[in-house]
Each structure stands twice: as structure tokens, then as C-alpha cells.
């Protein structure tokens, strides 16, 4: 049943984006999708899902300003006609420490969720974020 609701709202997601031709719209839907696997997933009570959620998101648009950050350094190098070898360095460098930052972000907020979640629905938590990038990522090799 579970695997049903998964398929059909990420068809119907996938219908809507293509239709759209909007990837900010398109994205938001994914946000949206990928919220309520983790509220479903890891059994979040109303209570729960009030306090949660917003710090969950901050945590989401922290993680995206970062690799943001690095994908733009690494895009602006791609850019110029004769990128130099200290150009190639700092680029590599911010999408290595991308990476690194994302773990640093993650542990702060890990403390956060730990107090406003059981042990096991940290762990779910975890398990959801996975589960959504697999379903994810088989809906694209299939096209």
C-alpha cells in the first residue's frame, strides 16, 4: 500500500513538473513529497510534526545554501574561456568542503532533533532520508 502511495504521488509529481516545465515548482513538490514520506515514515504526532518540521527545513536550507555556494564557484569555473589551475583548486576545494559542511550542519541539527525525538525516530528519520533519495533516483533511471 505504501509503496503504491509512493509510486502514484511521484508519478503524478513527475506529470506535473514535466507539464509545468517549472523547476522551482517542481521542487517545492519534491520538498513537499519528501516532508511527508519522513512525517509518515517516522510516525511524527501533530506535536511533533509543529516542532520538527521548521527546524528540519532550516536545517534543508542551510545544506542547499552551501552546495549552492560550491555549485556556483564550480559553475563560474566552467564558465571562463581559460580557467587556471588555481581556479580548478578553488573550485575543487569548495565542492570538497561542501561535503564536510553538510556534515557539520547535519551534527548541530542531529542535537536539535534529539530533542524533540525518540531514539527510534531519529534513527527513522534517517532510514526516510535514504528511502526518499532511492525512490528518487530509480524514477530517474527509468526515463
Known sequence: MRR?????????????????????KWGSEMLEAKH??????????????????????????????????ARTLAANVEKKKAPTDADYAQAAEALSKAKVREGEIEAKYFEKFSKMLTKRQLFLLKQAEAKFTRTMLRGRQKK
Request: no cysteine.
Open 4 to 24: 503504491l502511495f509512493i509510486l502514484l504521488m511521484l508519478a503524478t509529481l513527475t506529470l506535473a513538473a514535466t507539464a509545468q516545465g517549472n523547476r522551482s
Open 36 to 69: 511527508r514520506m519522513i512525517i509518515e515514515e517516522v510516525g511524527l504526532s501533530p506535536t511533533q510534526q509543529e516542532q520538527f518540521m521548521p527546524v528540519y527545513e532550516e536545517m534543508e536550507r542551510e545544506i542547499y545554501q552551501t552546495n549552492r555556494d
